[in-house]
C-alpha cells in the first residue's frame, strides 16, 4: 500500500509536534522515522495510524483520502512501545482479538481465528504459546506476540513505535534481523519508530531523519550517512566533529591558519568531518593542529580528543591504537571527507550545503 | 564456604547470623510495637464487636430471634437491602463513567467534576439529608408541585435512596480514577487499532483491567449503602415500619431502652459487614494472580 503524507501538522496547545510534514512511502517499503525524543516522530506514526487527528494536512492510503478516517477504519497494524498486550488474555487470544471484535458477517468462526493465531505463532517463531499469558513471557516474546496480533487483522500497513526500546542489546539485535526478514516474507508496507540511528540504518530501505517537527532529510542509509544534508544529520547519524571557519580566495580558514582544505564561496561556515576521516600530517602547512587533551579506546582505534588554537574548540579523531600522541602532544591532522555549511542562519533552517569533498 | 560467608562477622550474630536484615528491628522494639497494634484491635475494634453480639444474645436464642423477626424490624431490614439494591447498582454506573472520563480523557472542567465527586466526602451527611428535604419536602423547592402530582420524596423510599445515592456516590468512581489514571490509555488504544468499537473495547479491555477495583468499590459502597444513619435520618422522617433503615431501627430502639433487642438489629447490620469483608478476602484469595496481573502496569 503506497502511503502519500501531505503537509501533515499536528499542534498540542501551543506546539508544534508534527509541522508540515510530506513523505512518500512506497508499497513494500521498510522505513524509519529516525529522530531524538520531541522530534515529532511518534506523533507522526500515530498520525499515520489515525490515533492522532491532525490539525492539518491530509494522509492517503493508496489514492484513497484516509485522514478523515477512524482508526478502525484505517485498518492498520500498530505495535507499541510496550506491546500493551492484554493481560487477562491468553496469547492465542490476544492474537485473535482483531478477528473476533468484526462484525458478524465478516467475523471468521471460533475454529478458523484459532488456526489463524496458531499460523502467526509459527511465523513469529512461538509455536505453542498460545496458552500462556503475557506475564509468562519474555520482553522478547511480547513483541513477537504483538506482532503477531498487529498482523492478524491483515492491515494495510505495519507500524511499530520503537520496537525494541525496552528490549536488551543482545535480543535487540537478534529481532531486528528477524523483523527484517519477516518484512521481506510478508512485504507489508512497514513503518517503524525509532531514536537508535544505528538501528535506523540497519534495518530500513529508507530513513526519514525528523528534528522538530519537520524532516531533515530522507533517504537510504548510504545517503543518509555519506551525504547529510543538514548539520543535524551530519551530527546525529554517526559521529562527527565541527568547527567553526572562514572561507576566503578559495580555501578554508580557521581563525588566521589556512587548512589545508579547498572551497568555493566567501564568509562564515562550520566544517564537519567524521573522526575516521582524517589524516595525520607532520610539519603543518595547511592543516588543523591541537593539543591533545584526552583519549579514549573506541573498538579497534584510539579516540583523541584535540582542543584547537584560541576558540578552545574540542573535536575527536580516530589514531591507530599504537599511535605514539599522548596527553599535552601537539598533533596535526587534515579531514579527508568533509562537508561545510553556511553558518549564521539556525541550524534548523533548510540545508545551506555549500561543499562536499569526499 | 564462600567467600560471602566468610565476610560476616560471626561473632556478631550468635543468635541467628542469617536472619540480620537491614530493615528489622531489636527483639524489644519488635515485641513493644506488636503489643501496641494488638492492644489498639483489641480495645477499639474487636471489644465493641463482641460486645454487640454478647449484648444481643444476653436475652437468650429466642428474645434474638424475636426481636429481629419483629415486624418493625423486618420492615426495616426490607427497607435497607432495597435501599442499597437501588443505590448500588445507580453509583456503579456512574462511578465508571465518571472515572472513564476522567482517567481517559482532557476537558475543560476535569478538576471540577473530580472536586464535585468528593463533595460528599467533605459534606456532613446530616447536610446531605437536609438539602433534599429543602428540595422535595412539603415547604420545599418542588414539593408543592410534587404533592399536587402525588409524588412523595422526602419522607418517603425515594427519598432516602436519593440520600444514600448522594452519600455512596464518590466510592466506586475513587477507587477506580487512579488505577485507571495509571493504565493510561495504551490497551484501549491497541484494542481500537485492531478494529475494536468503542463498546468492545470497554467490554473486553477497560472491564477486565478495571474488575478488581470496581468490585471492591462496589463492596464498600454497598456496606455504606447498608450503615448511613445521618442523612438517611432527616430525610426519612423515621416513621416505623415505612421509612425506618437497620441503623434508625437500632437507635430508636436504644432510646426506647430495649437493648437487647437494638443490640440484636445491630448485630445483624454487624454481620452484613463481616460477610461483605469475607467476601472480599475470599476473592482476594482466590484470584490472587488475578488481582497481582491487573495492578501492574505494562
Same mark, same amino acid.
Given at each position: 500500500?503506497?502511503?502519500? @503524507?501531505?503537509?501533515?501538522?499536528?499542534?498540542?496547545?501551543?506546539?508544534?509536534?508534527?509541522?508540515?510534514?510530506?513523505?512518500?512511502?512506497?508499497?513494500?517499503?521498510?522505513?524509519?522515522?529516525?529522530?531524538?525524543?520531541?522530534?515529532?516522530?511518534?506523533?507522526?506514526?500515530?498520525?499515520?495510524?489515525?490515533?492522532?487527528?491532525?490539525?492539518?494536512?491530509?494522509?492517503?492510503?493508496?489514492?484513497?483520502?484516509?485522514?478523515?478516517?477512524?482508526?478502525?477504519?484505517?485498518?492498520?497494524?500498530?505495535?507499541?512501545?510496550?506491546?500493551?498486550?492484554?493481560?487477562?488474555?491468553?496469547?492465542?487470544?490476544?492474537?485473535?482479538?482483531?478477528?473476533?471484535?468484526?462484525?458478524?458477517?465478516?467475523?471468521?468462526?471460533?475454529?478458523?481465528?484459532?488456526?489463524?493465531?496458531?499460523?502467526?505463532?509459527?511465523?513469529?517463531?512461538?509455536?505453542?504459546?498460545?496458552?500462556?499469558?503475557?506475564?509468562?513471557?519474555?520482553?522478547?516474546?511480547?513483541?513477537? $506476540?504483538?506482532?503477531?496480533?498487529?498482523?492478524?487483522?491483515?492491515?494495510?500497513?505495519?507500524?511499530?513505535?520503537?520496537?525494541?526500546?525496552?528490549?536488551?542489546?543482545?535480543?535487540?539485535?537478534?529481532?531486528?534481523?528477524?523483523?527484517?526478514?519477516?518484512?521481506?516474507?510478508?512485504?507489508?508496507?512497514?513503518?517503524?519508530?525509532?531514536?537508535?540511528?544505528?538501528?535506523? @540504518?540497519?534495518?530500513?530501505?529508507?530513513?526519514?531523519?525528523?528534528?522538530?517537527?519537520?524532516?531533515?532529510?530522507?533517504?537510504?542509509?548510504?545517503?543518509?550517512?555519506?551525504?547529510?544534508?543538514?548539520?543535524?544529520?551530519?551530527?546525529?547519524?554517526?559521529?562527527?566533529?565541527?568547527?567553526? $571557519?572562514?572561507?576566503?580566495?578559495?580555501?578554508?580558514?580557521?581563525?588566521?591558519?589556512?587548512?589545508?582544505?579547498?572551497?568555493?564561496?566567501?564568509?562564515?561556515?562550520?566544517?564537519?568531518?567524521?573522526?575516521?576521516?582524517?589524516?595525520?600530517?607532520?610539519?603543518?602547512?595547511?592543516?588543523?593542529?591541537? $593539543?591533545?587533551?584526552?583519549?579514549?579506546?573506541?573498538?579497534?582505534?584510539?579516540?583523541?580528543?584535540?582542543?584547537?588554537?584560541?576558540?578552545?574548540?574540542? $573535536?575527536?579523531?580516530?589514531?591507530?591504537?599504537?599511535?605514539?600522541?599522548?596527553?599535552?602532544?601537539?598533533?596535526?591532522?587534515?579531514?579527508?571527507?568533509?562537508?561545510?555549511?553556511?553558518?549564521?542562519?539556525?541550524?534548523?533552517?533548510?540545508?545551506?550545503?555549500?561543499?562536499?569533498?569526499? | 564456604?564462600?567467600?560471602?560467608?566468610?565476610?560476616?562477622?560471626?561473632?556478631?550474630?550468635?543468635?541467628?547470623?542469617?536472619?540480620?536484615?537491614?530493615?528489622?528491628?531489636?527483639?524489644?522494639?519488635?515485641?513493644?510495637?506488636?503489643?501496641?497494634?494488638?492492644?489498639?484491635?483489641?480495645?477499639?475494634?474487636?471489644?465493641?464487636?463482641?460486645?454487640?453480639?454478647?449484648?444481643?444474645?444476653?436475652?437468650?436464642?429466642?428474645?434474638?430471634?424475636?426481636?429481629?423477626?419483629?415486624?418493625?424490624?423486618?420492615?426495616?431490614?426490607?427497607?435497607?437491602?432495597?435501599?442499597?439494591?437501588?443505590?448500588?447498582?445507580?453509583?456503579?454506573?456512574?462511578?465508571?463513567?465518571?472515572?472513564?472520563?476522567?482517567?481517559?480523557?482532557?476537558?475543560?472542567?476535569?478538576?471540577?467534576?473530580?472536586?464535585?465527586?468528593?463533595?460528599?466526602?467533605?459534606?456532613?451527611?446530616?447536610?446531605?439529608?437536609?438539602?433534599?428535604?429543602?428540595?422535595?419536602?412539603?415547604?420545599?423547592?418542588?414539593?408543592?408541585?410534587?404533592?399536587?402530582?402525588?409524588?412523595?420524596?422526602?419522607?418517603?423510599?425515594?427519598?432516602?435512596?436519593?440520600?444514600?445515592?448522594?452519600?455512596?456516590?464518590?466510592?466506586?468512581?475513587?477507587?477506580?480514577?487512579?488505577?485507571?489514571?495509571?493504565?493510561?490509555?495504551?490497551?484501549?488504544?491497541?484494542?481500537?487499532?485492531?478494529?475494536?468499537?468503542?463498546?468492545?473495547?470497554?467490554?473486553?479491555?477497560?472491564?477486565?483491567?478495571?474488575?478488581?477495583?470496581?468490585?471492591?468499590?462496589?463492596?464498600?459502597?454497598?456496606?455504606?449503602?447498608?450503615?448511613?444513619?445521618?442523612?438517611?435520618?432527616?430525610?426519612?422522617?423515621?416513621?416505623?415500619?415505612?421509612?425506618?433503615?437497620?441503623?434508625?431501627?437500632?437507635?430508636?430502639?436504644?432510646?426506647?431502652?430495649?437493648?437487647?433487642?437494638?443490640?440484636?438489629?445491630?448485630?445483624?447490620?454487624?454481620?452484613?459487614?463481616?460477610?461483605?469483608?469475607?467476601?472480599?478476602?475470599?476473592?482476594?484469595?482466590?484470584?490472587?494472580?488475578?488481582?497481582?496481573?491487573?495492578?501492574?502496569?505494562?
Amino acid at each position: 500500500m503506497d502511503i502519500r @503524507i501531505e503537509n501533515i501538522s499536528k499542534t498540542f496547545g501551543q506546539h508544534p509536534a508534527v509541522n508540515s510534514v510530506s513523505l512518500e512511502i512506497r508499497s513494500g517499503e521498510l522505513i524509519a522515522l529516525l529522530g531524538p525524543s520531541g522530534s515529532g516522530k511518534t506523533t507522526l506514526l500515530r498520525l499515520i495510524a489515525g490515533l492522532e487527528h491532525p490539525t492539518g494536512g491530509r494522509i492517503f492510503f493508496g489514492d484513497e483520502d484516509a485522514s478523515r478516517k477512524s482508526v478502525q477504519a484505517r485498518n492498520v497494524g500498530f505495535v507499541f512501545q510496550h506491546y500493551a498486550l492484554f493481560k487477562h488474555m491468553s496469547v492465542a487470544d490476544n492474537i485473535g482479538f482483531g478477528l473476533r471484535v468484526r462484525p458478524r458477517a465478516q467475523r471468521p468462526s471460533r475454529r478458523e481465528i484459532r488456526a489463524r493465531a496458531e499460523e502467526l505463532l509459527d511465523l513469529v517463531q512461538l509455536p505453542g504459546y498460545g496458552e500462556r499469558f503475557p506475564a509468562q513471557l519474555s520482553g522478547g516474546q511480547r513483541q513477537r $506476540v504483538a506482532l503477531a496480533r498487529a498482523l492478524a487483522i491483515e492491515p494495510r500497513v505495519l507500524l511499530l513505535d520503537e520496537p525494541f526500546g525496552a528490549l536488551d542489546a543482545k535480543v535487540r539485535k537478534d529481532l531486528r534481523r528477524w523483523l527484517r526478514e519477516l518484512h521481506d516474507k510478508t512485504g507489508h508496507t512497514t513503518i517503524f519508530v525509532t531514536h537508535d540511528q544505528e538501528e535506523a @540504518i540497519e534495518l530500513a530501505d529508507r530513513v526519514v531523519v525528523l528534528n522538530k517537527g519537520v524532516i531533515e532529510q530522507v533517504g537510504t542509509p548510504d545517503e543518509i550517512y555519506d551525504t547529510p544534508a543538514s548539520p543535524f544529520v551530519h551530527q546525529f547519524i554517526g559521529e562527527a566533529s565541527s568547527l567553526p $571557519v572562514t572561507l576566503s580566495n578559495g580555501e578554508v580558514w580557521l581563525a588566521d591558519r589556512a587548512t589545508g582544505l579547498r572551497s568555493e564561496g566567501n564568509g562564515e561556515a562550520i566544517l564537519y568531518f567524521r573522526p575516521n576521516h582524517i589524516e595525520v600530517v607532520e610539519g603543518c602547512s595547511g592543516c588543523i593542529a591541537g $593539543v591533545v587533551v584526552g583519549s579514549r579506546r573506541v573498538a579497534d582505534t584510539r579516540r583523541v580528543e584535540i582542543e584547537i588554537g584560541a576558540g578552545r574548540h574540542r $573535536v575527536e579523531i580516530d589514531l591507530p591504537v599504537g599511535h605514539p600522541a599522548g596527553e599535552g602532544s601537539r598533533i596535526a591532522f587534515r579531514p579527508t571527507r568533509w562537508r561545510l555549511y553556511l553558518s549564521g542562519a539556525s541550524e534548523n533552517a533548510a540545508p545551506r550545503k555549500v561543499a562536499v569533498h569526499a | 564456604m564462600t567467600v560471602e560467608n566468610m565476610l560476616v562477622p560471626s561473632a556478631a550474630g550468635t543468635a541467628a547470623p542469617n536472619r540480620y536484615e537491614a530493615t528489622s528491628e531489636t527483639r524489644g522494639v519488635r515485641i513493644v510495637l506488636i503489643a501496641i497494634a494488638v492492644l489498639f484491635l483489641a480495645l477499639f475494634l474487636l471489644l465493641p464487636l463482641a460486645a454487640v453480639f454478647m449484648e444481643a444474645f444476653r436475652g437468650g436464642i429466642q428474645a434474638y430471634f424475636a426481636a429481629i423477626t419483629e415486624p418493625d424490624a423486618l420492615a426495616a431490614i426490607r427497607l435497607t437491602l432495597t435501599v442499597a439494591a437501588i443505590a448500588v447498582p445507580c453509583n456503579l454506573i456512574f462511578g465508571v463513567a465518571a472515572a472513564w472520563a476522567i482517567a481517559k480523557f482532557e476537558f475543560k472542567g476535569k478538576s471540577l467534576l473530580t472536586t464535585l465527586i468528593d463533595l460528599p466526602f467533605s459534606v456532613s451527611p446530616v447536610i446531605s439529608g437536609l438539602v433534599y428535604v429543602l428540595l422535595f419536602g412539603a415547604q420545599g423547592y418542588f414539593g408543592p408541585w410534587l404533592s399536587a402530582h402525588g409524588i412523595q420524596i422526602a419522607f418517603a423510599v425515594p427519598g432516602i435512596v436519593l440520600a444514600t445515592i448522594f452519600v455512596t456516590f464518590p466510592f466506586v468512581a475513587r477507587e477506580l480514577i487512579p488505577l485507571m489514571q495509571e493504565q493510561g490509555t495504551g490497551d484501549e488504544e491497541a484494542a481500537l487499532s485492531l478494529g475494536a468499537n468503542g463498546w468492545q473495547t470497554f467490554l473486553f479491555v477497560t472491564l477486565p483491567n478495571i474488575k478488581w477495583a470496581l468490585l471492591y468499590g462496589v463492596l464498600l459502597c454497598n456496606a455504606r449503602a447498608m450503615g448511613e444513619f445521618g442523612a438517611v435520618a432527616v430525610i426519612s422522617g423515621k416513621i416505623r415500619g415505612l421509612t425506618n433503615t437497620m441503623p434508625l431501627h437500632v437507635e430508636i430502639l436504644y432510646n426506647e431502652y430495649a437493648f437487647s433487642a437494638a443490640f440484636a438489629v445491630a448485630s445483624l447490620l454487624a454481620l452484613l459487614a463481616l460477610v461483605t469483608l469475607a467476601i472480599k478476602t475470599f476473592l482476594e484469595w482466590r484470584f490472587a494472580d488475578g488481582i497481582a496481573a491487573a495492578g501492574r502496569s505494562h
